[in-house]
């Protein structure tokens, strides 16, 4: 009888498992400063979630909605009195193109900072020491003075819901949605599915929302949120608040949710976007004495090391704020604590928040609400994009800037921008919030020059709007 052979070993300074922006971060900080560093990725490319199916592919699906909405109501093209139209296997197509020169990128970083690579499965033997297991069963032993987690998180998926029925999808697996569907319904209004709901509402597909809770966004100024289910119901989107579905039945083209209400719903298709769980199931933590939480999620310091001394763990997998934005930082911030001893960063207190739904969100700051319960003073500066040249320009009319700022000292508190390219604009103000002493004053966007016309141009009449309001 043939010997079983024995895994090939390799020894690295570090191993980081995961190439989403957590990993990369890690890794190539680490690499940079001369260490001899492996990642390892399960899937076959290179990075992550956010580059396969969450933050890259869901923004260009967006992008080309927009432009499609854009097109059909300018007034450049009404006169050939052809509308166009778009389904969701045409813009996937713009989407996968996106995807493949994001992987050929970060695939050259990589290669460029000779960053091992390994295909497989990735679990835990010891603290110092990782099994590698490939689709096809080979396999691999890694060792490492320290590993960092950066395996991201998934959709989370309820057992009562069978989701290999061709018909119901998660925000990974609707990426691969062949048919075109009249009707979807939407379940979770939170970032993803409102994302989507947006999308597909462009497509000019029949979308029911289902929202948990008794408002949409929840963590957004009200007005903001507001605005997008005002927006969302004036586009066609019903949005169903308050709701829990009891159970979900399938026929062979269509889909019924049932609510706990008593309702019934219908559709060609269920989207079900509620909540994500941390990938940590499969790297046996078991084997060197870490657990993760209910949520799949672990537990880090300040230097992003988990309790065992030479693990550390970043992006997704530790939880708040789940963000890509975010997991580049952490990743950087991590390796410089496995490099000497501890970080001397950390991610700023205020992390604007983009969503991409049509019209586009971002906000950075406090809320009216917060600050209000806080007993803060503050005053409001507005701006109504219809009253720009350059949204005039460009047909982008629909959306608003709003400044809070504290009404003795002028310091600005929160900037909230609901309308095209809100997430761009956003980060003029956040820039000027975070400048120390009396630099994150209301007053700089009236005593500089902006370029004109431009959208920074909302910065402006918002703070002479705000500043006429303090008597
Ligand atoms: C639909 C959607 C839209 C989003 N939009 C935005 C947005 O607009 N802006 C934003 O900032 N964020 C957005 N996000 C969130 C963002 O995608 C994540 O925060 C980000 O991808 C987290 O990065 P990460 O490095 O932690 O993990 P990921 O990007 O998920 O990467 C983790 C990697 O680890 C690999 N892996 C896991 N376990 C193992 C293992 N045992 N062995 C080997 N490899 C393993 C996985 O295959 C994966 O490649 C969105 C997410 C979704 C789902």
């Given at each position: 009888?043939?010997?079983?052979?024995?895994?090939?070993?390799?020894?690295?300074?570090?191993?980081?498992?995961?190439?989403?922006?957590?990993?990369?971060?890690?890794?190539?900080?680490?690499?940079k400063?001369?260490?001899?560093?492996?990642?390892?990725?399960r899937?076959d490319?290179v990075?992550?979630?956010?580059t396969?199916?969450?933050?890259?592919?869901?923004?260009?699906?967006r992008?080309?909605v927009?432009?499609?909405?854009?097109?059909n109501?300018?007034?450049?093209?009404?006169?050939?009195?052809?509308?166009?139209s778009?389904?969701?296997?045409?813009?996937?197509?713009?989407?996968?193109?996106?995807?493949n020169?994001?992987?050929?990128?970060?695939?050259?970083f990589?290669?460029r900072n000779?960053?091992?690579?390994?295909?497989g499965?990735?679990s835990?033997i010891?603290?110092?020491?990782?099994?590698?297991?490939?689709?096809?069963?080979s396999?691999?032993?890694v060792t490492a003075g320290?590993?960092?987690?950066a395996?991201g998180?998934?959709?989370?998926?309820?057992?009562?819901?069978?989701f290999?029925?061709?018909?119901?999808?998660?925000?990974?697996?609707?990426?691969?949605?062949?048919?075109?569907?009249?009707?979807i319904?939407?379940?979770?209004?939170?970032?993803?599915g409102?994302?989507?709901a947006?999308?597909?509402?462009?497509?000019?597909?029949?979308?029911?929302l289902v929202?948990?809770?008794?408002?949409?966004?929840?963590?957004?100024d009200?007005?903001i949120?507001d605005?997008?289910?005002?927006h969302?119901?004036?586009?066609?989107?019903?949005?169903?608040?308050?709701?829990?579905?009891?159970?979900?039945?399938?026929?062979?083209d269509?889909?019924?949710?049932?609510?706990?209400?008593g309702?019934?719903?219908?559709?060609?298709?269920?989207?079900?976007?509620?909540?994500?769980?941390?990938n940590?199931?499969?790297?046996?933590?078991?084997?060197?004495?870490?657990?993760a939480?209910?949520?799949?999620?672990?537990?880090?310091?300040?230097?992003y090391?988990?309790?065992?001394?030479?693990?550390?763990?970043?992006?997704?997998?530790?939880?708040?704020?789940?963000?890509?934005?975010?997991?580049?930082?952490q990743?950087?911030?991590?390796?410089?604590?496995?490099?000497?001893?501890?970080?001397?960063?950390?991610?700023?207190?205020?992390?604007?928040?983009?969503i991409y739904?049509?019209p586009?969100?971002?906000?950075v700051?406090?809320?009216?609400?917060?600050l209000?319960?806080?007993?803060?003073?503050?005053?409001?500066?507005r701006?109504?994009?219809?009253?720009l040249a350059?949204?005039?320009?460009?047909?982008?009319?629909?959306g608003?800037l709003?400044?809070l700022?504290h009404r003795?000292?002028?310091?600005?508190?929160?900037?909230?921008?609901?309308?095209?390219?809100a997430?761009?604009?956003?980060?003029?103000?956040?820039?000027?919030?975070?400048?120390?002493?009396e630099g994150?004053?209301?007053?700089?966007f009236v005593?500089?020059?902006?370029?004109?016309?431009?959208?920074?141009?909302?910065?402006?009449?918002?703070a002479i709007?705000?500043?006429?309001r303090?008597?």
């Open positions: 009888m043939a010997a079983k052979q024995k895994a090939p070993s390799y020894h690295y300074d570090a191993i980081v498992i995961g190439t989403g922006p957590g990993g990369e971060g890690v890794a190539m900080q680490l690499a400063a001369g260490k001899k560093v492996a990642v390892v990725e899937y490319a990075g992550g979630g956010c396969h199916w969450g933050t890259i592919p869901s923004k260009a699906l992008h080309s927009s432009r499609l909405i854009e097109y109501s300018s007034p450049l093209f009404a006169d050939n009195h052809l509308s166009r778009l389904t969701f296997s045409e813009i996937m197509r713009h989407a996968s193109g996106v995807v020169s994001q992987t050929r990128l970060r695939s050259s990589y290669d000779r960053v091992t690579l390994f295909h499965e990735a835990f010891d603290a110092h020491t990782l099994q590698t297991v490939r689709e096809d069963g396999k691999d032993i320290q590993i960092a987690l395996t998180s998934r959709p989370y998926t309820p057992k009562d819901i069978d290999n029925h061709p018909r119901i999808y998660n925000s990974d697996t609707i990426l691969s949605l062949k048919h075109d569907p009249k009707s319904i939407i379940y979770g209004a939170g970032v993803i409102s994302e989507y947006s999308i597909f509402r462009g497509l000019g597909v029949k979308v029911d929202n948990m809770r008794d408002r949409l966004l929840s963590f957004l009200t007005e949120s605005a997008l289910s005002y969302l119901w004036n586009n066609g989107v019903l949005i169903r608040h308050n709701e829990t579905y009891s159970s979900v039945e399938t026929t062979d269509s889909v019924i949710l049932n609510l706990e209400s309702k019934r719903m219908r559709a060609d298709c269920l989207l079900f976007a509620n909540g994500r769980t941390g940590t199931d499969k790297l046996k933590l078991e084997n060197i004495g870490l657990q939480d209910s949520r799949g999620q672990l537990k880090v310091n300040e230097n090391q988990t309790d065992v001394e030479n693990v550390y763990a970043v992006g997704d997998v530790i939880g708040y704020p789940s963000l890509a934005s975010a997991a580049y930082n990743g950087r911030f991590a390796a410089e604590a496995m490099l000497a001893g501890k970080t001397h960063a950390s991610l700023v207190a205020d992390i604007p928040s983009g739904t049509i586009e969100i971002s906000s700051g406090k809320t009216e609400q917060e209000t319960a806080a007993k803060v003073p503050y005053e409001v500066g701006a109504q994009f219809k009253h350059r949204a005039q320009i460009a047909s982008t009319q629909t608003s709003k400044i700022f003795e000292t002028k310091e600005i508190l929160g900037i909230h921008c609901f309308g095209e390219r997430s761009e604009i956003v980060h003029i103000g956040q820039a000027i919030m975070q400048q120390k002493g994150n004053t209301i007053d700089y005593n500089t020059t902006f370029n004109y016309p431009t959208m920074a141009e909302a910065y402006r009449v918002a709007n705000g500043l006429n303090i008597f």
